[in-house]
C-alpha cells in the first residue's frame, strides 16, 4: 500500500489568495490545486452541428494561471473537481488531457477526487435525442449500496491509471436523510478504500455537516475506517441555513471540530497532509483579516507538529494515548452487526468477497443518480420513492445548485444581470432565470453556462416575449470578453447606440439615460 510522504500543512490554492500566501507562505508546505478552476475552454475546433458554430467544450491550461503556480515551491496536490469517482458515467474524456497535463506541469504526490456523482445518466427516450447524460450542477451523494462501491472501485481505477498516481476519494457532504437500505456513511466509505486499494481524504468538516445534519455521527464513522489509508485530511468552516449545516468553506475551523481532529490525529499513522479549505469570496465579505487566516495555519502547524500526541484541555497530553481502532459495537447506535470492522480490523489480506452486503436496493446506482439529479433540478423524477421525493434534503441541493448558477451568471454577465434588474426588476429576473433552470441542464463549467442563457434570452428577446433594450447587445459584448480571455484574440461587438455611456452606466449599476443611436462597434481584447 502506497505511504505518503508526510508533507505537512497546506491550503486549497485560489488566484485571489496570492497576496495572503505572497506575506504569509511561510506557514504553508502544500497547495492543493483544483485544476479544472484553472482551465480555459479551447477554441481550436468548432462544432458544425450549432448555428452558429460554437467551440467543443474542450479545454486547455490557463498558462497564466500554471505561471502563477509555479512559483511557489510548497509541494503540490491535486483535487480533482470534475470527475467524481461513485458515478455511473464514465469521466469525460474531454477533460483527461487538460488533466494529464495539470499533473504533468504540477507533479503531485497524489491525486484525490469526490465519492459523489456529478453526470445524470438520462432515460431511454432522451437518449435516442442525442443526450446519453447532463450535468447535475453540483456534486450530489452517491447511492450507498454494493453496486455503486463497485462502480466507485472501477472508477478509482481509471483515475490512477489515467493520472499515473496513488488515488484518494474525498469523504463527501450528504444533505439526505439516513436510510436503513443502504450501507452507512463509514461503511460505505470502508468498502470502497478497502476494495480499491486506494486512499481517503479524510474531510473532516463534512463529516461534521453529516452528523450535525442527523447522519451518522463522526465517533462511528472514524470507527469504521481503516485509519491506515487516511492520507490527507480536510479542516474548513460552515455556516448554517434553514435548518442545516452547509459545508460552505466560508469561515474559520470550529474549536469543537478542532478539538475532535487532535484527538484522532494520533491515529492517522499514514497521514500526509492536513489541508485547510477557505473560498476567497467569504474571505473578503466576511472581511477575514491575513492575520485570522495566519492564526488558523498556526493552529494547523501546532497540531501537525504534535500529531502524534493528543491535545487535553490546558496543554498537551505527551504519554501515550489509547483511542479505540474500531468502535465497540454496543456503543453504536443503530449499528449493523454485518457491517466491516465492527469487530476489529480487518486483515489486510481480506478478500473483496467478504465484506458485507447490504440488503437489495429500491433504486440502481444509474436510476438513483437520474431521480436526484431531476430533483435537484427541479424536474419530475417518475418511479422515486416517496422516501426521496419527501427528504428535505432535496430543497437544500436544490438551491445550492440554484445558487452556483446564479453566482455563475451574475460573475460572468454582471452588466447584463443588471440591465435585466433595472428593466424588469428582481423579481421577473428571477423568474426569467427560473424559466431558464426549467429547459436546461447546468453546464460543467461557466464559459458554457453563460452561453447558454444568452441563446434563452436572445430567444425570447426575438420572440417578443422579453423587452430589453439593448441586451443582446450588452451580453454579446460580455461573452466577447470572456471569449478574448479565453483565445486571447480580439472581439468587436456591434451596438445601435453609443456603447460607452451604456456600459459606463451599468457598471456603476444605474440605468443608462438618454443614448446617441447608431451603428457602434466595441472591441473586447486580451
Given at each position: 500500500?502506497?505511504?505518503?510522504?508526510?508533507?505537512?500543512?497546506?491550503?486549497?490554492?485560489?488566484?485571489?489568495?496570492?497576496?495572503?500566501?505572497?506575506?504569509?507562505?511561510?506557514?504553508?508546505?502544500?497547495?492543493e490545486?483544483?485544476?479544472?478552476?484553472?482551465?480555459l475552454?479551447?477554441?481550436?475546433?468548432?462544432?458544425?452541428?450549432?448555428?452558429?458554430?460554437?467551440?467543443?467544450?474542450?479545454?486547455?491550461?490557463?498558462?497564466?494561471?500554471?505561471?502563477?503556480?509555479?512559483?511557489?515551491?510548497?509541494?503540490?496536490?491535486?483535487?480533482?473537481?470534475?470527475?467524481?469517482?461513485?458515478?455511473?458515467?464514465?469521466?469525460?474524456?474531454?477533460?483527461?488531457?487538460?488533466?494529464?497535463?495539470?499533473?504533468?506541469?504540477?507533479?503531485?504526490?497524489?491525486?484525490?477526487?469526490?465519492?459523489?456523482?456529478?453526470?445524470?445518466?438520462?432515460?431511454?427516450?432522451?437518449?435516442?435525442?442525442?443526450?446519453?447524460?447532463?450535468?447535475?450542477?453540483?456534486?450530489?451523494?452517491?447511492?450507498?449500496?454494493?453496486?455503486?462501491?463497485?462502480?466507485?472501485?472501477?472508477?478509482?481505477?481509471?483515475?490512477?491509471?489515467?493520472?499515473?498516481r496513488?488515488?484518494?476519494?474525498?469523504?463527501?457532504?450528504?444533505?439526505?436523510?439516513?436510510?436503513?437500505?443502504?450501507?452507512?456513511?463509514?461503511?460505505?466509505?470502508?468498502?470502497?478504500?478497502?476494495?480499491?486499494?486506494?486512499?481517503?481524504?479524510?474531510?473532516?468538516?463534512?463529516?461534521?455537516?453529516?452528523?450535525?445534519?442527523?447522519?451518522?455521527?463522526?465517533q462511528?464513522?472514524?470507527?469504521?475506517?481503516?485509519?491506515?489509508?487516511?492520507?490527507?485530511?480536510?479542516?474548513?468552516?460552515?455556516e448554517?441555513?434553514?435548518?442545516?449545516?452547509?459545508?460552505?468553506?466560508?469561515?474559520?475551523?470550529?474549536?469543537?471540530?478542532?478539538?475532535?481532529?487532535?484527538?484522532?490525529?494520533?491515529?492517522?499513522?499514514?497521514?500526509?497532509?492536513?489541508?485547510?479549505?477557505?473560498?476567497?469570496?467569504?474571505?473578503?465579505?466576511?472581511?477575514?483579516?491575513?492575520?485570522?487566516?495566519?492564526?488558523?495555519?498556526c493552529?494547523?502547524?501546532?497540531?501537525?507538529?504534535?500529531?502524534?500526541?493528543?491535545?487535553?484541555?490546558?496543554?498537551?497530553?505527551?504519554?501515550?494515548?489509547?483511542?479505540?481502532?474500531?468502535?465497540?459495537?454496543?456503543?453504536?447506535?443503530?449499528?449493523?452487526?454485518?457491517?466491516?470492522?465492527?469487530?476489529?480490523?480487518?486483515?489486510?489480506?481480506?478478500?473483496?468477497?467478504?465484506?458485507?452486503?447490504?440488503?437489495?436496493?429500491?433504486?440502481?446506482?444509474?436510476?438513483?443518480?437520474?431521480?436526484?439529479?431531476?430533483?435537484?433540478?427541479?424536474?419530475?423524477?417518475?418511479?422515486?420513492?416517496?422516501?426521496?421525493?419527501?427528504?428535505?434534503?432535496?430543497?437544500?441541493?436544490?438551491?445550492?445548485?440554484?445558487?452556483?448558477?446564479?453566482?455563475?451568471?451574475?460573475?460572468?454577465?454582471?452588466?447584463?444581470?443588471r440591465?435585466?434588474?433595472?428593466?424588469?426588476?428582481?423579481?421577473?429576473?428571477?423568474?426569467?432565470?427560473?424559466?431558464?433552470w426549467?429547459?436546461?441542464?447546468?453546464?460543467?463549467?461557466?464559459?458554457?453556462?453563460?452561453?447558454?442563457?444568452?441563446?434563452?434570452?436572445q430567444?425570447?428577446?426575438?420572440?417578443?416575449?422579453?423587452?430589453?433594450?439593448?441586451?443582446?447587445?450588452?451580453?454579446?459584448?460580455?461573452?466577447?470578453?470572456?471569449?478574448?480571455?479565453?483565445?486571447?484574440?480580439?472581439?468587436?461587438t456591434?451596438f445601435?447606440?453609443?456603447?460607452?455611456?451604456?456600459?459606463?452606466?451599468?457598471?456603476?449599476?444605474?440605468s443608462p439615460?438618454?443614448?446617441?443611436?447608431?451603428?457602434?462597434?466595441?472591441?473586447?481584447?486580451?
Open positions: 500500500m502506497f505511504k505518503p510522504q508526510p508533507l505537512g500543512v497546506g491550503m486549497v490554492y485560489f488566484p485571489a489568495l496570492e497576496p495572503f500566501f505572497d506575506g504569509h507562505g511561510g506557514l504553508l508546505d502544500v497547495l490545486v483544483e485544476p479544472q478552476t484553472l482551465w475552454r479551447s477554441t481550436a475546433a468548432l462544432d458544425p452541428a450549432s448555428d452558429p458554430p460554437e467551440p467543443r467544450s474542450a479545454h486547455r491550461l490557463d498558462e497564466r494561471a500554471f505561471a502563477a503556480l509555479a512559483r511557489w515551491r510548497q509541494a503540490k496536490l491535486l483535487h480533482g473537481v470534475g470527475m467524481p469517482l461513485a458515478s455511473s458515467v464514465p469521466s469525460d474524456p474531454r477533460q483527461h488531457p487538460p488533466w494529464r497535463d495539470s499533473i504533468a506541469r504540477l507533479q503531485p504526490h497524489w491525486v484525490s477526487e469526490h465519492l459523489a456523482f456529478q453526470r445524470v445518466p438520462q432515460p431511454r427516450l432522451a437518449q435516442t435525442q442525442g443526450a446519453t447524460d447532463v450535468h447535475g450542477g453540483f456534486l450530489l451523494p452517491a447511492c450507498q449500496v454494493d453496486e455503486t462501491v463497485s462502480l466507485a472501485v472501477h472508477r478509482i481505477a481509471q483515475l490512477q491509471h489515467l493520472s499515473g496513488p488515488v484518494a476519494f474525498e469523504t463527501s457532504p450528504n444533505y439526505l436523510r439516513r436510510d436503513r437500505t443502504q450501507l452507512d456513511d463509514g461503511t460505505f466509505y470502508a468498502q470502497v478504500a478497502v476494495r480499491a486499494n486506494c486512499g481517503i481524504l479524510l474531510d473532516l468538516h463534512n463529516l461534521w455537516c453529516n452528523e450535525r445534519n442527523g447522519r451518522q455521527s463522526m462511528e464513522v472514524m470507527a469504521r475506517l481503516p485509519l491506515e489509508r487516511v492520507w490527507e485530511v480536510h479542516l474548513a468552516g460552515g448554517a441555513r434553514d435548518g442545516y449545516w452547509l459545508d460552505a468553506h466560508s469561515g474559520l475551523v470550529p474549536d469543537e471540530l478542532m478539538d475532535f481532529c487532535a484527538r484522532w490525529l494520533p491515529k492517522l499513522v499514514n497521514l500526509g497532509a492536513l489541508v485547510y479549505e477557505v473560498i476567497p469570496d467569504y474571505v473578503q465579505a466576511r472581511g477575514m483579516s491575513h492575520e485570522a487566516l495566519a492564526d488558523q495555519l493552529a494547523l502547524q501546532g497540531l501537525w507538529r504534535h500529531r502524534d500526541r493528543v491535545f487535553v484541555a490546558g496543554g498537551i497530553r505527551t504519554e501515550p494515548v489509547q483511542l479505540p481502532d474500531r468502535l465497540d459495537p454496543a456503543a453504536a447506535p443503530g449499528h449493523n452487526a454485518n457491517a466491516p470492522y465492527s469487530e476489529g480490523p480487518a486483515p489486510a489480506d481480506r478478500a473483496p468477497g467478504h465484506l458485507a452486503t447490504s440488503p437489495p436496493p429500491v433504486l440502481t446506482s444509474a436510476q438513483w443518480e437520474q431521480a436526484l439529479g431531476a430533483l435537484v433540478n427541479g424536474r419530475h423524477a417518475p418511479n422515486t420513492p416517496r422516501v426521496l421525493v419527501d427528504d428535505p434534503g432535496i430543497e437544500v441541493l436544490r438551491t445550492l445548485v440554484e445558487s452556483f448558477r446564479v453566482g455563475t451568471l451574475t460573475a460572468g454577465l454582471t452588466l447584463s444581470w440591465l435585466l434588474v433595472l428593466r424588469i426588476g428582481e423579481g421577473a429576473t428571477a423568474q426569467l432565470m427560473k424559466d431558464f426549467r429547459n436546461h441542464w447546468p453546464e460543467p463549467f461557466a464559459f458554457d453556462e453563460l452561453c447558454s442563457f444568452a441563446r434563452f434570452t430567444a425570447r428577446l426575438d420572440a417578443g416575449e422579453l423587452d430589453v433594450p439593448h441586451l443582446g447587445s450588452v451580453m454579446a459584448y460580455e461573452l466577447g470578453v470572456a471569449r478574448a480571455q479565453q483565445t486571447g484574440q480580439e472581439i468587436w456591434r445601435d447606440c453609443d456603447p460607452v455611456p451604456l456600459l459606463s452606466a451599468l457598471a456603476r449599476g444605474q439615460g438618454p443614448l446617441v443611436s447608431g451603428s457602434f462597434e466595441l472591441r473586447a481584447g486580451p
